[in-house]
């Protein structure tokens, strides 16, 4: 595992939205502590980030999470300034610039529109901009019901042709579709990295 980290030179970073929400103004400075790190090895680093949910339930003193679809997209919309005010202000201690990508399952499932979000990450990453990326929750219709920033994640790992991805989340594992432990899943030794 560490070889491989090591060996990387395009790295995926999904962070969950308890990570986010629990500490919003110092985990995506200590995210971008580590991003500059990985940069100065000459790795280059896309981020996608979960939160605007909980964040916009945060702003507008919405203690349940709401179940109505539209209520959640109203709350993402709120949310992501706020996730981005965060991230912004993470990495402008470094001097590093951020570009907000919002994208659905559909833009990867179209050509054309795969083809332009991968041009438009590359130029990103050209310019050395870190492209922070949420879903689009606030037109996302099946998407924002299974919170699937995840699979999102793993999706961008094919769109910018990422060597590793890494999950950041306080969730113990990941769970197959029958809700059992994946035996393949370790931790890493904060050590070994």
Do not use: Y
């Amino acid at each position: 595992e560490s070889q491989i980290l090591a060996q990387a030179k395009r790295v995926v970073i999904k962070i969950g939205s308890r990570l986010v929400a629990e500490s919003p103004a110092s985990r995506p400075a200590a995210i971008a502590d580590q991003v500059l790190a990985l940069r100065r090895r000459g790795v280059e680093v896309v981020i996608v980030s979960s939160g605007a949910i909980a964040l916009g339930m945060r702003k507008l003193k919405i203690t349940a999470r709401p179940h109505e679809l539209p209520a959640l997209q109203a709350c993402a919309a709120v949310g992501q300034s706020q996730l981005m005010q965060h991230w912004e202000h993470g990495f402008a201690a470094h001097e590093i610039a951020i570009g907000q990508v919002l994208l659905t399952h559909d833009d990867l499932g179209d050509r054309r529109r795969f083809l332009s979000a991968r041009l438009t990450l590359r130029a990103l990453l050209d310019g050395q901009v870190i492209p922070i990326i949420n879903e689009n929750d606030t037109v996302a219709t099946d998407e924002i019901k299974f919170g699937d920033n995840d699979q999102l994640a793993a999706l961008v790992c094919n769109l910018v042709s990422a060597d590793v991805l890494v999950i950041l989340t306080d969730v113990e594992g990941v769970r197959g579709a029958d809700g059992v432990r994946m035996p393949l899943v370790r931790d890493i030794d904060r050590e070994a990295v």
